[in-house]
């Protein structure tokens, strides 16, 4: 008797906290479409003035009419914030009425041995734990596993590289892959580590994943920005760039502080802004050493890969310009395919296209600097979900989130190896 009125008293505060409709004791994501000008102008005003964070679109500038908006909202600001909605008539609803109790569960276990068996890499890792994992997994496979030293970030963290060898091949050719570049995106340091895993585990077990490790060395950087990726799990779960201090405000977006057309349209010049796009190109450490990496690798690296979250999508350059790569079609090709994988083996959609048609424009990213550079195979893949979860992806999805990525990366992986291959020499 005393269980069922328990369970009873549970559902229906679970009920109460998904409606909203009881005092507010967590933080929460609503989601919010503006139908009009005026509620465009009120939601940016809301974004900017209250004590919120953009999930979706990554800044003020981005709202626009019938899109929807998602916003988060700490418990403090929550009823302030619903009242102003109220008041203009805004339509909302909750997405996520228990952000905290996510945020917890997605940092349970983060911090145990890494020896603990299979389930390691369905649970999300702090960055000591990840830096642990670095070491043994070179450690455990000495022949096919060596770590380097990029540079360091601007809180002096190492910024260490995997590289994946499991042949000495004369002349062979390797592709790029980079995690967490925006902090709070915690699925893609996730994913890293699982395409690692799954090299060392079905290297010949695999076809696929054994043709693509004969052909090509694979560089792996599981977090780009450890600073910022150290400061979710200890201070603020939302951080999305790196933490350089300027005069006012700290951190630069990493993925607007590249070469590529830096800080025009689509970035900001503001310190304080989530896509403040650093003092000059490569001001940030954490850049700076991946592009100066990339320039002296770039006659090996045919392929440039980068994981970002949240929206399911497949990006390839421009996304400085609504102008065409010079080779789109081959690159709209190989991300057709791609998601039509995803699409097939887990039934899930992925939208693809070039940067600037498919989202927005926004210059300075490292895929259209490293497409510049002559790394002509340039992908940003934004995982899971589309906003049920956001960036607060729950750890159970995981598995799935990195398998349908990694179907990508292979189609393209082996497209790559295909066209890239020398032609027969003729006698
Ligand atoms: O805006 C970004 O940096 C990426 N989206 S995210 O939500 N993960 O922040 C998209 C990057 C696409 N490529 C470039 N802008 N170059
Ligand atoms: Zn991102």
Not at 39 to 46: C, G, H
Not at 77 to 91: A, G, M, P
Not at 184 to 199: D, G, H, K, M, N
């Amino acid at each position: 008797m005393k269980t069922l009125l328990i369970l009873f008293v549970l559902m229906n505060l679970d009920t109460l906290l998904k409606t909203g409709h009881c005092i507010v004791t967590q933080d929460q994501v609503l989601s919010i479409t503006p139908t009009t000008q005026e509620q465009v102008d009120i939601l940016k005003n809301v974004s900017t003035q209250y004590e919120t964070v953009l999930w979706q679109p990554v800044s003020h500038h981005y709202i626009k009419e019938d899109t929807q908006v998602h916003l988060f909202v700490p418990a403090n600001s929550s009823s302030t914030v619903k009242d102003l909605l109220q008041r203009h008539s805004i339509t909302h609803h909750v997405l996520l009425a228990n952000a905290n109790e996510l945020i917890e569960m997605q940092m349970r276990n983060g911090s145990t041995d890494p020896r603990s068996g299979s389930t390691y890499y369905e649970r999300y890792h702090s960055l000591g734990d990840i830096y642990h994992w670095i070491n043994r997994t070179a450690q455990e496979n000495p022949d096919k596993v060596k770590i380097i030293l990029l540079g360091s970030s601007y809180e002096k963290r190492p910024l260490y590289a995997l590289k994946l060898t499991f042949n000495d091949r004369p002349n062979k050719k390797a592709m790029w892959i980079d995690c967490g570049i925006h902090a709070r995106e915690w699925i893609s340091p996730a994913f890293c580590l699982w395409f690692v895993q799954y090299s060392l585990g079905f290297y010949t077990f695999n076809s696929d994943i054994t043709s693509i490790l004969d052909n090509m060395d694979v560089y792996v950087l599981p977090v780009m920005n450890p600073d910022g990726y150290h400061y979710t799990w200890t201070s603020n779960r939302m951080w999305r760039k790196n933490r350089s201090v300027s005069n006012n405000c700290i951190g630069v977006d990493l993925n607007r502080n590249f070469d590529a057309n830096w800080c025009t349209e689509g970035a900001s010049d503001q310190p304080c802004s989530d896509i403040y796009c650093g003092a000059f190109p490569e001001s940030e450490p954490e850049s700076e050493a991946v592009a100066n990496f990339l320039r002296s690798h770039k006659d090996t690296v045919q392929l440039y890969l980068t994981i970002h979250s949240y929206s399911q999508m497949l990006l390839f350059p421009y996304s400085y310009t609504f102008d065409e790569a010079e080779n789109h079609n081959d690159l709209l090709e190989m991300a057709q395919e791609a998601t039509r994988k995803i699409r097939r083996y887990y039934q899930n959609t992925y939208k693809y296209g070039s940067g600037a048609k498919t989202i927005y424009l926004a210059p300075g990213g490292s895929d259209d600097w490293a497409y510049n550079l002559g790394i002509k195979y340039s992908f940003t893949f934004e995982l899971q979900d589309r906003g049920r979860y956001g960036f607060l992806l729950p750890p159970s999805f995981i598995p799935k989130a990195c398998n349908e990525a990694l179907i990508a990366v292979k189609t393209i992986a082996l497209k790559v190896i295909e066209k890239t291959k020398a032609p027969p020499q003729t006698v």
